[in-house]
Every structure is written in structure tokens, then in C-alpha cells.
């Protein structure tokens, strides 16, 4: 991918080398610094949220989270460990609020715990399809990116991406029922 990324460039920038030379340097340099303010309101905007999940788990309420959603995560993921249910439930968490990238490390750590384990793989196949799926009831990164680039309302997003992340969610969850089934299935 790297290497397509870097083909990408390197013809992107010939041929913008050749048609438009004198707009070649100032246009490298205005992405450049694009690049870097996005970089800078998405750190602020996910160390904002990163210290909010850390107060939630400094303050135990991450504890009293995942015993609330307990039956619902050990139902959904088929797991019974402690361990792992904490770690799923802080990164559907933050899936919700559209955190995506705070929800990598407790993905990780869910894949950790459930590794080895009865109904390890389905734990982690279902893991895999919400996180990609990413039902989001806040999308917070879009509106931060939508705000940052001046949209005149970036919490028009809300109700579509409810929806459709949702239904995707929905879908997703239905398919890997149906295919572990399955595959349960043609093993006996």
C-alpha cells in the first residue's frame, strides 16, 4: 500500500512538474500545511476524548459500563471473561462516540483476552465487524473535521450517519451469526 501511495505521489507530482511548474513548490508546501493542521485539531480533538476515557476509567466508571452492558456484550461476542468484556465494552464505547482510533487499543486488548478462549474466533470475528462497521451515535471526528474546514453545519451528519451505520452494524452482526453457524455447522 505504501508503495501505491508513493507511485501515486511521485506521478502526481511529475506531471504537475511538467503542465504547471510555477505552481508546483507553493502547492506541495499548502498541502503540506493543510496536513499539518488537520494533524493538529485531530490530536486536540482525541486528547479531549482520551482524557475523558481515562477520567472513566480512573473514576470506575468504565467498571460500572461494562457490568451495565455485560449481558448485552457477553451475548454479542459469546464471551464470558472479565477481562475481555471490559476491553470490548471501552472500545464499543468509543466506537459510539465515533473514536475510532481510541477504539484500537481496546480492540487489541479484547483480541488479547479472548485469544485461546472458548468461542475465541467468533469473539473476535465480531469484534472485527463492529469495529468496521463502527455504529456511531456521535460522530464526533467528522463533525471535528467538518467544523475545522468551516461547514456551515456539521451536525447535519448526525441522523444520516446514525442510520447507515446502524444498518451496516445490523447487517454485520446478522452475518457473522449466520456464517459462524455455518461453519459450525459443516465442522460436525
Same mark, same amino acid.
Given at each position: ?94 466506537? @459510539? $462516540?465515533? /473514536?475510532? =482510533?481510541?477504539?484500537? *487499543? %481496546?480492540? &487489541? ?35 471535528? @473535521? $467538518?467544523? /475545522?474546514? =468551516?461547514?456551515?453545519? *456539521? %451536525?447535519? &451528519? ?31
Amino acid at each position: 500500500m505504501n508503495l501505491l501511495f508513493l507511485l501515486l505521489f511521485l506521478l502526481g507530482g511529475c506531471a504537475m512538474a511538467f503542465l504547471s511548474p510555477e505552481n508546483f513548490l507553493p502547492t506541495l508546501l499548502k498541502a503540506g500545511e493543510r496536513a499539518g493542521a488537520l494533524c493538529v485539531s485531530l490530536v486536540a480533538s482525541y486528547g479531549v476524548w482520551m482524557g475523558l476515557m481515562q477520567v472513566m476509567t480512573d473514576c470506575r466508571l468504565s467498571d460500572k459500563l461494562s457490568r451495565g452492558l455485560k449481558p448485552l456484550t457477553q451475548r454479542l461476542f459469546l464471551t464470558r471473561d472479565e477481562k475481555a468484556v471490559q476491553a470490548l465494552t471501552m472500545n464499543l464505547s468509543a466506537n @459510539l $462516540l465515533g /473514536l475510532s =482510533g481510541l477504539a484500537t *487499543p %481496546y480492540g &487489541i486488548r479484547a483480541v488479547e483476552e479472548s485469544e485461546g478462549k472458548q468461542n475465541g474466533a467468533f469473539t473476535q470475528s465480531m469484534l472485527f465487524v463492529i469495529s468496521a462497521t463502527s455504529l456511531q451515535v456521535l460522530p464526533t471526528t467528522a463533525i471535528s @473535521l $467538518l467544523t /475545522l474546514h =468551516g461547514a456551515k453545519d *456539521p %451536525y447535519a &451528519i448526525f441522523l444520516p450517519t446514525l442510520l447507515s451505520t446502524a444498518l451496516s452494524t445490523a447487517v454485520g452482526i446478522a452475518l457473522v451469526f449466520l456464517l459462524c453457524r455455518r461453519r459450525k455447522n459443516h465442522r460436525a
